[in-house]
């Protein structure tokens, strides 16, 4: 199985940082990678897919990066409704696999 | 609207069964492959199983294989996930979700249902 690893696992950051998650796989994945959010009792959102193709209708503050094993999402200027946890997910090969999360906190 | 609405989702003992239901609306349900995810209280996200449009193409998780089957009704536009010999471990929160159309692999897991929440109990 391709292990997904995403890193942090946690951080605290201020409304107007500039954000990165980054995300490595065990084995290249071309770019078979999505990003997606999550808040607390809601359903995961995707941001990102393709590795780098911004879903339609999410902020261009959010974008996405790499091909092979590893991948950055960027949050340009993070604003107080993405605080959040964020998941990456291959999907080049069986079994389909997401990172660990990473979440995003107030500081 | 693209919609996805689990159902079927509840309380059984170890060793039991369920089968979840996913009907989908607004979309071209039989252009796409669907899948299972499910999140376990306050955990991650794991990959359970899809299935190609046509229903002849299935994948699946070690952890669920053999005791899963997904299956789908492109004239009902539903989905399922027949579990069987659940275990504690499967209790969780399950998705069903739209993977990649036929005519693009890379734009895939795009659309999600609410979730419908299984709990096995010993």
């Known amino acids: 199985d391709i292990q997904m690893t995403q890193s942090p696992s946690a951080m605290s950051a201020s409304v107007g940082d500039r954000v990165t998650i980054t995300c490595r796989a065990s084995?290249?994945?071309?770019?078979?990678l999505a990003w997606f959010q999550q808040k607390p009792g809601k359903v995961p959102k995707r941001l990102i897919y393709?590795?780098?193709s911004l879903q339609s209708g999410v902020p261009s503050r959010f974008s996405g990066s790499g091909s092979g094993t590893e991948f950055t999402l960027t949050i340009s200027s993070l604003q107080p409704e993405d605080f959040a946890t964020y998941y990456c997910?291959?999907?080049?090969?069986?079994?389909?696999?997401f990172g660990q999360g990473t979440k995003v906190e107030i500081k | 609207e693209e919609q996805l609405v689990e159902s079927g989702g509840g309380l059984v003992q170890p060793g039991g069964s369920l089968r979840l239901s996913c009907v989908a609306s607004?979309?071209?349900?039989?252009?796409?492959?669907m899948s299972w995810v499910r999140q376990t209280p306050g955990k991650g996200l794991e990959w359970v199983a899809n299935?190609?449009?046509?229903?002849?193409?299935?994948y699946y998780v070690d952890s669920v294989n053999g005791r899963f089957t997904i299956s789908r009704d492109n004239a009902k536009n539903s989905l399922y996930l027949q579990m069987h010999s659940l275990r504690v471990e499967d209790t969780a929160v399950y998705y069903c979700?739209?993977?990649?159309?036929?005519?693009?692999?890379?734009?895939?897991?795009?659309?999600w249902g609410q979730g419908t929440t299984v709990t096995v109990f010993s």
């Open positions: 299935i190609m449009q046509d229903g002849t193409e299935k």
């Open positions: 607004g979309l071209t349900f039989s252009n796409y492959w």
């Open positions: 997910l291959q999907h080049n090969s069986y079994p389909r696999t």
């Open positions: 979700v739209r993977e990649n159309p036929y005519y693009n692999k890379l734009d895939s897991m795009d659309v």
């Open positions: 084995q290249g994945i071309r770019s078979y």
């Open positions: 393709a590795a780098s």
